[in-house]
């Protein structure tokens, strides 16, 4: 027979549980994204939504303020919002912030749009032709002249490459279908990708852009509750009161990705990778320098893949290296070094392929590593190539091919003066008593001499 008190008390666990989960705080998680939309930027906001879904998060709020970003980034974070279970709300703060061209598109994809008073949001057009990784760039101003009061039928045929028009249409049909999704403006979603034009937030409410303009976080939140925000699996309404706010602070992975990921980091990992491995090769079984090169060419290797890479600057920047390399090997009276420096500053100059500031490589470190490696390559490489070839002139190596004369006449053995001192000397031929003699070996304390002719 089975005892009541057990059965009473997973009946009373069940019933105290079922009253926790009913009387727990809603949670709001909370995130802040400054500055450029990045490869470390995704991998911050992707990791942090899973844990926010993990953890039953009722909403994901973003604090954003950026000029813009990568385009591969950019569709990484939309794809994992679109995904979503849980509501995911964009809010440009505080005020003077901006979302800018990639903000647009992330604005357009969210679940709830918010702006803070005296910002803005726009400029969406890409201007660098690079493939997948296409980067957005930071806002202009818009074009003057009569082109915003005419409609989509008047507009004039976008001029450029036929690449640029792939690109710019691919962007349009982009943002046009984010908008439809979330029942936005889609004209001046286009508009933002073509003529590159701007909005406040008061406008932006006014024209359907956004869906709310609020003076901060906890204001946001008030406006939240209650909402019935439309899901992938349907729908949900918010009940936010007494909310559990969560704010998530970067750790160690996205400090570490964002700090290789800068095309300067990365740039000056690539350059101590090529020349550990150049001083590992010239003096093999150092170990320091080869172990250090593995490890930053590795990690180079990694940022470079994430970040927009001309692969043609990269093979201009290893082809100046193996002429300046060469140049010490074999001197051609500066052609191949001066060649080699040239094709490794044009290659470092057009490394990255984009448009955006934050992703060019800074000139002043280009001429110094340039600086650097001529000097390097062209001189202390040479001299030390050159060090190598030279005689040796102390210890025994450099008494072999030295001038001796003969004390005597023999045959076999005798006595010679060699290096301003007396030695025994063999031969294999008879010598005469003043005879000049070649020294060709030492064994000993004895020398081995042959007549110099």
Same mark, same amino acid.
């Given at each position: 027979m089975v005892e009541p008190k057990p059965i009473m008390a997973i009946f009373f666990a069940l019933l105290l549980t079922a009253a926790a989960s009913v009387n727990a705080a809603p949670q709001v998680w909370v995130m802040e994204l400054e500055g450029a939309i990045s490869p470390a930027t995704a991998d911050f906001f992707l990791s942090s939504l899973d844990d926010?879904?993990?953890?039953?998060?009722?909403?994901?709020?973003?604090?954003?303020?950026?000029?813009?970003?990568?385009?591969?980034a950019m569709r990484d974070m939309i794809k994992e919002i679109l995904a979503s279970p849980i509501p995911v709300v964009f809010y440009v703060a505080p005020n003077g912030s901006r979302a800018a061209s990639a903000g647009t598109y992330l604005l357009y994809a969210s679940h709830v749009a918010a702006m803070a008073p005296a910002t803005n949001l726009g400029s969406a057009t890409p201007v660098s032709i690079g493939g997948?990784?296409?980067? *957005?760039?930071?806002?202009?101003?818009?074009?003057?002249?009569?082109?915003?009061?005419?409609?989509?039928?008047?507009?004039?045929p976008l001029e450029g490459t036929a690449m640029e028009r792939k690109v710019i249409n691919d962007a349009v049909a982009y943002i046009r279908g984010l908008a439809n999704l979330r029942g936005r403006n889609a004209d001046w979603a286009e508009k933002a990708v073509r003529e590159a034009v701007n909005l406040t937030a008061k406008d932006a409410l006014e024209e359907n852009v956004i869906d709310l303009v609020v003076d901060d976080l906890d204001a946001l939140i008030a406006a939240l509750d209650g909402r019935t925000i439309a899901l992938n699996g349907g729908s949900v309404t918010l009940e936010l009161a007494d909310a559990e706010i969560t704010?998530?602070?970067?750790?160690?992975?996205?400090?570490?990705?964002?700090?290789?990921?800068?095309?300067?980091?990365?740039?000056?990992?690539?350059?101590?990778?090529?020349?550990?491995?150049?001083?590992? *090769?010239?003096?093999p079984g150092m170990g320091v320098p080869g172990v250090t090169g593995v490890i930053c060419l590795l990690l180079a290797a990694y940022a470079l893949q994430m970040l927009p890479v001309n692969y043609a600057g990269l093979a201009l920047m290893l082809v100046g290296i193996g002429l300046m390399v060469a140049e010490a090997f074999t001197p051609s009276f500066g052609v191949?070094?001066?060649?080699?420096?040239?094709? *490794?500053?044009i290659g470092s100059i057009i490394l990255m392929d984009t448009d955006l500031p934050a992703y060019q490589i800074s000139v002043p470190i280009i001429a110094a590593f340039a600086a650097s490696s001529?000097?390097?390559?062209? *001189?202390?490489?040479?001299?030390?190539?050159?060090?190598?070839?030279?005689?040796?002139?102390?210890?025994?190596?450099s008494m072999v091919g030295g001038v001796a004369l003969a004390l005597g006449d023999f045959e076999?053995?005798?006595?010679?003066?060699?290096?301003?001192?007396?030695?025994?000397?063999?031969?294999?031929?008879?010598?005469?008593k003043g005879s000049k003699l070649k020294v060709t070996g030492i064994d000993g304390l004895i020398l081995k001499v042959e007549p110099e002719d």
């Open positions: 926010a879904r993990a953890a039953g998060a009722s909403v994901f709020i973003v604090r954003l303020d950026t000029p813009g970003g990568l385009d591969s997948p990784s296409s980067p *957005f760039p930071t806002p202009s101003a818009p074009p003057s002249g009569e082109e915003d009061n005419k409609d989509e039928s008047e507009q004039q704010r998530l602070e970067p750790g160690w992975r996205y400090e570490f990705l964002a700090l290789i990921t800068d095309p300067n980091v990365a740039y000056i990992l690539l350059m101590i990778g090529i020349y550990g491995l150049i001083l590992e *090769f010239y003096n191949l070094g001066v060649g080699g420096a040239i094709a *490794f500053v001529v000097g390097i390559f062209l *001189f202390a490489l040479g001299a030390a190539i050159k060090a190598r070839q030279t005689r040796v002139v102390t210890g025994k190596e076999g053995r005798g006595q010679v003066r060699a290096f301003g001192e007396i030695w025994q000397a063999d031969t294999s031929q008879p010598v005469n």
